[in-house]
């Protein structure tokens, strides 16, 4: 399938590596114009470097901090420099730190919030002029299957990806007049270090070993295994394309059959 983004600009937040990266390779094979970010410097130019000898494609690098809103609007206003236009988004952001409700202060349900609901809030109205200007574009937020699901230990991340997706489904709807399809991608037992880390901080309380919580989870999913960030990068590139064009306010699961929800 031609995904038609050869030479479009898109920008992927927290594309270091796991499911940011996944995404960017994927527009990247494709021929888009990849501009990737994440917080450590040499984790994202490591990426770019991986990205630009397995692709060929032209790929910018920075330095950002979701939870930080002047460093969201610097990023954006590098890429607007480098490219004059940005036809596509990627929200996404680290997780926050699982645990249960009386674990958790009033200052770590702040950074919560800041993190994973302002930073899409942020980073979708950054982009909105230059995508407005250029006639449409594409968002696609990152969340959870928890937004489905509900997942044990992870309540600042069930919370806030959950107002993520309704702010999706609520712009899918006020953008449309703007041609921006505005869609959400929700990631089940996918092999990253996030999930590597949940896994492993699981085995430790049991007192087992992660490989055992790993095949514990693969039991329950129909597929059999964990998926490949390849996999779900596949699937965002084909959201944020015109190959998508009349998909809008979707959330899509890429678990391998595990949610059991109809909906």
Known sequence: MDL??????????????GLGFGIALELALNGAVVCIASRTKNEIEEAAAKLRN???????????????????????????????RIDGLVVNAGGPPPGNFDDFTDEQWHIGFNLTLMSAVRLIRGVLPAMRNSGGGS???????????????????????????????????????????VNNLMPGRIDTDRVKSLDAGIAEKAGVKAEEIKKGFETTIPLGRYGTIEEFGKAGAFLLSPAA???????????????????
């Open 4 to 17: 038609q983004i050869e030479g479009k600009v898109f920008m992927v937040a927290a594309a270091s590596k």
């Open 54 to 84: 397995e692709t060929g494609a032209t790929i910018l690098a920075s330095v950002f901090d979701a939870a930080n809103a002047k460093s969201i609007q610097s990023w954006i206003t590098e890429v607007e420099t480098a490219f004059e």
């Open 139 to 181: 968002i696609l937020t990152v969340t959870s299957m928890s937004v489905k699901e509900p997942i044990q230990r992870l309540l600042l991340s069930n919370v806030f990806r959950s107002g993520v997706t309704s702010l999706v489904k609520s712009l899918s709807v006020e953008l449309a007049k703007d041609q921006i399809r």
């Open 245 to 263: 064009s009349y998909i809008t306010g979707v959330s899509l699961a890429v678990d391998g059959g595990i949610m059991k929800t109809v909906w």
